[in-house]
């Protein structure tokens, strides 16, 4: 069930509780002088019933990870909605929205050991780029808050993973997510997106960068937290077109992203940071 469908049930079961509060109120005007006492109680007794249901129902509608606006929702409505969290217009689901000044990571990947500082990682892009698959986990528990668990599968990451996922998220700062069964994705070239980086274009930072994007195509990540379960099968697709040869690594070399819908579930309220381009 969508947000907005459980806002307006919640509001009609609400409502009901407090009409049916009024008629009983209503009724001990003709009660029994002796019952009117018990007829109000009753009144005053559905009255906070409501009031809890209400103030519990709209707690955990603001948990939803994802707020819900309908297809014709307003410019202005998308932008307020998406200060504060992931939102789905209609069919579309978008990133919270971030200054350009800024990246944006989930707080599960900054409060956990998911991004690893161990040089190891990326000591291996030339096997990696070779396939080979040998450092493949599954199901391996993160390091993370005693509130939150995390677990990956797919290769393990390092900071430079870390700023090319957010280099990732930030061509989908304007743009809705792909959704799961489309082919659509984001292009771009090797160039454009190590520059985007705020990295100087180097056949080095090419090898790098594409072994990063492998590394992340494989991730799978499950997720608890507060409460919730959130699982992401794919933090992103990507796609190489290349020149003749593969080691033949040029600036112009094309790059199709591809983010999907199940990522906006890391985007709840609360639940991600941007963190200014100078200290990330």
């Not at 409505?77 to 579309?92: D, F, P, V």
């Not at 005693?146 to 700023?163: A, I, K, V």
């Not at 579930?265 to 100078?278: I, M």
């Amino acid at each position: 069930m969508g947000k907005l469908q459980a806002t307006r049930n919640l509001a009609r079961h609400v409502s009901e509780l407090r009409a049916l509060a009024g008629l009983t109120a209503d009724a001990a005007l003709t009660a029994a002088p002796d019952h009117q006492s018990t007829v109000l109680d009753a009144a005053a007794k559905l009255n906070r019933i409501a009031d809890g249901i209400e103030r519990h129902g709209k707690k955990a509608l603001e948990q939803q990870a994802v707020a819900e606006l309908p297809s014709n929702a307003t410019a202005n409505e998308l932008q307020h909605a998406r200060r504060r969290q992931a939102t789905r217009r209609g069919s579309e689901v978008f990133l919270p929205s971030w200054s350009a000044m800024a990246r944006a990571l989930p707080n599960a990947f900054l409060r956990s050991a998911l991004f690893s500082a161990r040089r190891s990682v990326q000591a291996g892009n030339t096997n990696l780029l070779a396939g080979e698959s040998s450092q493949l986990v599954a199901g391996k528990e993160i390091a993370s808050l005693r509130n939150m668990s995390l677990t990956l599968s797919g290769y393990e990451l390092c900071q430079f993973d870390r700023l090319v996922y957010s280099t990732c998220l930030d061509y989908y700062r304007g743009t809705p997510l792909c959704p799961e069964e489309s082919p659509r994705h984001v292009r771009t070239s090797f160039y454009e997106f190590i520059r985007h980086m705020g990295n100087e274009y180097s056949v080095k930072a090419h090898r790098a960068t594409r072994a990063s994007l492998l590394r992340l195509s494989f991730a799978q990540m499950r997720v608890r937290y507060e409460g919730m379960n959130i699982e992401v099968p794919k933090l992103l697709s990507v796609t190489f077109e290349d020149g003749q040869s593969t080691e033949d690594y040029r600036g112009s070399d094309v790059l199709l992203l591809r983010v999907t819908t199940s990522v906006a579930e890391l985007f709840g309220p609360g639940n991600w940071t941007a963190v200014d381009n100078d200290a990330s």
